[in-house]
Antibody, heavy 119, light 109 residues
Framework: EVQLVESGGALVKPGGSLRLSCAASGFTVSNVYMTWVRQAPGKGLEWVGRIESKTVGGRIHYAAPVRDRFTISGDNSKNTLYLQMNSLKAEDTAVYYC??????????WGQGTLVTVSS | QSALTQPPSASGSPGQSVTISCTGTSSDVGAYNHVSWYQQHPGKAPKLMIYEVSERPSGVPDRFSGSKSGNTASLTVSGVQTEDEADYYCSSYAGNSVIFGGGTRLTVL
């Protein structure tokens, strides 16, 4: 059974950094495409970025609002996906979901972790 | 890229059919059959209901169906039930990114 468990969400000041984790089970993270999706309070879903499987090169793509500030990576030994977030802004406040990616979109979703950027 | 366009709300009485539209462009919805639909209940994570325009994942009731014509995809709930009251989002593959719709709140009257 596929399971995704995010952690690491917290209250952080503007300009600060945070690393989110997504522990996976039921499959190997490096063998599939994975994405991060976020949802600001009371708002819709927003794609953050995608990492391709290592078997096809592991390329990473980011949405424009987070490019150059966020970094997606994976740890094969822990079967975990990460989202390193730097230079955080108030508008980054959201629930962050990690998902598997298949058939052109998010497939299995985690439960999400809340990031609040506020002074 | 701009978000896909969904109506903010839809409604229906139990047993009725409800259809939610999702309009994109010839660069996303119109270009690929990679359209998905997600159901989200308050405080919960989204759940995949439809992928590849009309495919249902295991466990999704067959009253949920999807279709596409040109740049517009649609989700139909045939015989809507009270537990179907939720927010619904569409998404489309767009090359190296994914675009979501703004969401539609389905109310079961």
């Amino acid at each position: 059974e596929v399971q995704l468990v995010e952690s690491g969400g917290a209250l952080v000041k503007p300009g600060g950094s945070l690393r989110l984790s997504c522990a996976a089970s039921g499959f190997t993270v490096s063998n599939v495409y994975m994405t991060w999706v976020r949802q600001a309070p009371g708002k819709g879903l927003e794609w953050v970025g995608r990492i391709e499987s290592k078997t096809v090169g592991g390329r990473i793509h980011y949405a424009a609002p987070v490019r150059d500030r966020f970094t997606i990576s994976g740890d094969n030994s822990k079967n975990t996906l990460y989202l390193q977030m730097n230079s955080l802004k108030a508008e980054d406040t959201a629930v962050y979901y990690c998902t598997t990616y298949d058939y052109g979109g998010p497939f299995y979703w985690g439960q999400g972790t809340l990031v609040t950027v506020s002074s | 890229q701009s978000a896909l366009t969904q109506p903010p709300s839809a409604s229906g009485s139990p047993g009725q059919s409800v259809t939610i539209s999702c309009t994109g462009t010839s660069s996303d919805v119109g270009a690929y059959n990679h359209v998905s639909w997600y159901q989200q209940h308050p405080g919960k994570a989204p759940k995949l209901m439809i992928y590849e325009v009309s495919e249902r994942p295991s466990g999704v009731p067959d009253r949920f169906s999807g279709s596409k014509s040109g740049n517009t995809a649609s989700l139909t709930v045939s015989g809507v039930q009270t537990e179907d009251e939720a927010d619904y989002y569409c998404s489309s593959y767009a090359g190296n990114s994914v675009i979501f719709g703004g969401g539609t709140r389905l109310t079961v009257l």
